[in-house]
């Protein structure tokens, strides 16, 4: 049974760091490529970044140079480093795999997903 299980969530203020983790067990993320989606209230689920085998990556223009996805393929865990949090910033986040290795920015090409943790910023 595959489990996709996120944690780091919580409440900090505008301008601080997070550090989201995401462990996906019975499943081996080997050439699986896998993201971060976040959905804000009254607003659609949106890519937030996504991550490669090899580590290459997409990521949203909201988030370059604050949010940094990563992998441990040995750990079959994901991270995305949260920096210089903003209000808008505020969302739960999900963690997603794909059976392939490609990165795509649509929720439907993406197979297995957590249950989401909630990020706040507080201004």
């Known amino acids: 049974q595959v489990q996709v299980v996120e944690s780091g969530g919580g409440l900090v203020q505008a301008g601080g760091s997070l550090r989201l983790s995401c462990t996906a067990s019975?499943?081996?993320?080997?050439?699986?490529?896998m993201a971060w989606f976040r959905q804000a209230p009254g607003k659609e689920r949106e890519l937030v970044s996504c991550?490669?085998?090899?580590?290459?990556?997409i990521d949203a223009d909201s988030v370059k140079g604050r949010l940094t996805i990563s992998r441990d393929n040995a750990k079959s865990t994901i991270y995305l480093q949260m920096n210089r949090l903003k209000p808008e910033d505020t969302a739960i986040y999900y963690c997603?795999?794909?059976?392939?290795?490609?990165?795509?920015?649509?929720?439907?090409?993406?197979?297995?997903w957590g249950r989401g943790t909630q990020v706040t910023v507080d201004s």
């Open positions: 997603a795999a794909r059976t392939t290795d490609y990165c795509s920015a649509r929720q439907t090409d993406f197979n297995y």
């Open positions: 991550i490669n085998w090899s580590g290459g990556t």
């Open positions: 019975g499943l081996i993320i080997d050439n699986r490529a």
